[in-house]
């Protein structure tokens, strides 16, 4: 089973990613957060396989959330959501130790097939 946290500021978009993982096999969604801290400290106490992050939020950004996570040799594998689309953006956040990136426009299927091979070991950029 791959255990799955949600970081991101907006709680309809949370909501959609809850209802699209519901349906998959093998996958859990084990908590919810609404900022970075609020994943951070999520992250820290349940400890997921993948989290799924916004790179813009409150508090503390997905990449500083990022960075955190690794600084901190937590296991949890970052996949990072974002609206932008700019070819060096998933460079600097692989560098900060997000092992994938997606955009907020991509279909439930890429989203699907993205946690599962982050959660199996691999990257997955979009």
Do not use: W
Not at 13 to 23: D, K, Y
Not at 27 to 42: F, M, P, Y
Not at 65 to 70: A, G, K, S
């Amino acid at each position: 089973m791959i255990k799955v946290v949600l970081v991101d500021d907006h709680a309809l978009v949370r909501t959609g990613f809850r209802m699209i993982l519901l349906q998959q096999p093998g996958i859990e969604v084990v908590g919810e957060a609404a900022d970075g801290e609020e994943g951070l400290a999520l992250i820290r106490r349940v400890k997921p396989d993948v989290a799924l992050v916004d790179v813009h939020m409150p508090k503390l950004s997905g990449i500083e959330l990022t960075d955190r996570v690794r600084k901190h040799k937590l296991t949890t594998r970052i996949v990072i959501l974002t609206v932008v689309n700019e070819a060096p953006f998933p460079k600097r956040l692989i560098e900060a130790g997000a092992s994938g990136y997606l955009t907020k426009g991509c279909a439930a299927e890429e989203l699907v097939r993205a946690l599962r091979q982050v959660a199996d070991g691999r990257r997955y950029l979009a």
